[in-house]
């Protein structure tokens, strides 16, 4: 069996928020709960859910950007928590973040070529040609003319930034990108470009990426496996292909029956979910989907479901596939 390039193994995050109204005890949000997933080299692997849902925060705890409350992360059999600050630096050129806004990502006062030279000075990689060649190099590769290195972020469109972002990720030479929403501040002619862009790159450079989306129409482009997640929790996990055509799990069919079908013949009926997600702080009893889910049963409002094979490659947590 493949050893997986990352493994992510009960990973927990919760955030203290306080005492409670009664000036007793601890409240936290648990915002990642006992997450466990492998990924594999050269995969992309799509974590998709609504806002909230801890989506964001694995990408930061992977990268140790913020510190895991428990579990636990290897990357390349090295178990990142246990690194220290130093060590982790040398392991983070490997791994690289391109973040939702390309707008905020950017720093406004410093030119194209700081920017992406900037990683490599972090690294001390490189000779300042070098720097330069590379910067000019990667330019052309993510679409933009080498001569723009001396531009600011202002003077470029949206797209034109999130390609300034993904060559920032890029300068590294790293194996894993960890994208958190990278198109979804696009205008949707552009998300495509992005979208084509990234999978170039990810032949061109054997990259793996973790990509997360709030949108299942999005994520399907680009993903050899997908992991719905509700509540800090992976829902479903399967190979695209299976997921968006027999998603197992209640929330993953509503999920998709939102999502636009690229067959226009084909009728799906729109699932309307119950209320907004629960109160994280609080969350239910039993699956955290009860509240919500149109067929959600007695068993469901009191033990929670375990995530368990279905089929081949493909897990789910309801208590309707036990
Ligand atoms: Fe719905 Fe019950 Fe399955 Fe949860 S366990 S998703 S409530 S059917």
């Known amino acids: 069996m493949k050893e997986p390039l990352l493994k992510i193994e009960s990973l927990k995050k919760a955030f203290p928020t306080g005492k409670d109204l009664f000036g007793r005890g601890k409240r936290e949000v648990v915002a990642v709960n006992d997450l466990t997933l492998n990924v594999f080299k050269g995969e992309t692997i799509g974590i998709v859910g609504e806002s909230g849902c801890g989506k964001s925060t694995l990408g ?49 006062r410093h030119s194209v070529a700081k920017i992406l030279e900037e990683p490599l000075i972090v690294h001390q990689m490189g000779t300042k040609q070098e720097r330069k060649d590379k910067t000019a190099e990667m330019l052309k590769i993510v679409g933009l003319n080498p001569d723009y ?46 979208l084509n862009l990234l999978k170039d790159l990810q032949k061109e450079f054997s990259l793996t990426y973790l990509f997360i989306s709030h949108d299942l129409g999005v994520v399907r482009h680009i993903s050899d496996r997908v992991a719905v997640m509700y509540l800090g929790e992976i829902a479903e996990l399967a190979d695209s292909d299976s997921l968006y055509e027999k998603p197992l799990h209640p929330y993953t069919e509503a999920l998709l029956s939102a999502v636009p079908s690229s067959d226009p013949s084909a009728k799906r009926e729109r699932i309307l979910l119950k209320g907004e997600p629960p109160n994280p702080e609080k969350p239910p009893e039993g699956c955290a989907f009860h509240t919500r889910c149109p067929k959600a049963f007695d068993k469901c409002r009191k033990i929670k479901p375990l995530l368990t094979k279905q089929k081949e490659g493909h897990y789910a947590a309801c208590h309707l596939y036990e």
């Open 149 to 194: 290195a001396s531009r600011y972020p202002h003077q470029f469109s949206g797209g034109q930034k999130q390609r300034i972002g993904i060559a920032r990720a890029l300068m590294t030479n790293p194996e894993l990108i960890i994208a958190d929403e990278p198109v979804s501040a696009l205008d949707v002619s552009i998300q495509s470009q992005v």
């Open 60 to 108: 930061r705890l992977i990268l140790r950007l913020i510190d895991a409350t428990s579990g636990r992360v290897t990357y390349s059999s090295e178990d990142l928590f246990s690194l220290k600050k130093r060590e982790m630096q040398r392991i983070r050129k490997n791994m690289q973040m391109v973040f939702q806004d390309p707008y905020a990502s950017l720093n406004p």
